[in-house]
């Protein structure tokens, strides 16, 4: 296994997400960052909250290239392409949280708007409750080279940051590293839950 100094951190953070039940039945995926042309993606089929250092695959960012005989993640395309749109992403980590999934079905547009929340101040460069801050949604597909595509054609439009959603799939978020993303992560799924329950109190 590669020597990288982030991957003991981002196993820690895969146990940390197994706890909160954000990754249920082996679902989510994860990944860091390893030198300029690679990263460490986990394994198919694992559970996100039992692994190990050995459960990461080398793959090429550029090319998708597999440097392991063992599988990937079936969803390993929309990690190197968040790698490939911005070299500042160090982490990235893709969980299935009932928030997450909830809302993204019960949010019709093609974003999820949130405002006036002081926990918008977890996500890096905002300073206010005030900031509208837009995670935008994708619909899902099994086709991940495809919704990688729209992804990539909604990036050249406006720059992603933070996060997306993927319609009643899950949240992908990302940081500098594995401490930033796990921040990010923490604030959206705080975020989604907030925004979630005022609605359905407003519906009441």
């Known amino acids: 296994m590669t020597d990288n100094p982030q991957l ?16 249920p039945a082996t679902g989510g995926n994860m990944s860091v960052r390893s030198g300029e042309y690679q990263c460490l ?9 039992a692994l190990r250092r050995e459960d990461f695959l080398p793959v090429e960012i550029a090319t998708d290239r597999v440097l392991d005989s063992r599988t990937p993640s079936a969803e390993t395309g929309l990690h190197t392409l968040l790698y490939r749109l911005d070299r500042g ?3 990235v980590l893709h969980t299935h949280s009932v928030n997450a999934t909830v809302l993204s079905r019960v949010e019709r547009s093609d ?6 929340y002081e926990m918008q101040k977890s996500l890096g460069g905002q300073r206010s409750h005030r900031d ?3 995670i935008p949604i994708f619909d899902n597909d099994q086709d991940i080279p495809a919704l990688a595509a729209r992804v990539a054609d909604r990036a050249q439009s406006a720059p992603l940051r933070y996060g997306f959603l993927v319609r009643g799939h899950g949240l992908y978020c990302w940081g500098a590293d594995v401490k930033e ?7 959206l799924e705080f975020l989604f839950q907030c925004e979630l329950q005022r609605r ?3 519906a009441k």
């Open 8 to 23: 003991n951190a981002l196993v820690d953070a895969c146990h940390w997400i197994g706890l909160r039940g954000w990754c």
């Open 41 to 49: 993606i986990s394994e198919s089929g694992k559970d996100k909250g």
């Open 89 to 91: 992403i160090g982490a």
């Open 111 to 116: 974003q999820l708007v949130l405002q006036g």
């Open 132 to 134: 509208r801050v837009a």
């Open 181 to 187: 993303a796990r921040r990010h992560l923490e604030g």
């Open 200 to 202: 359905l109190l407003e």
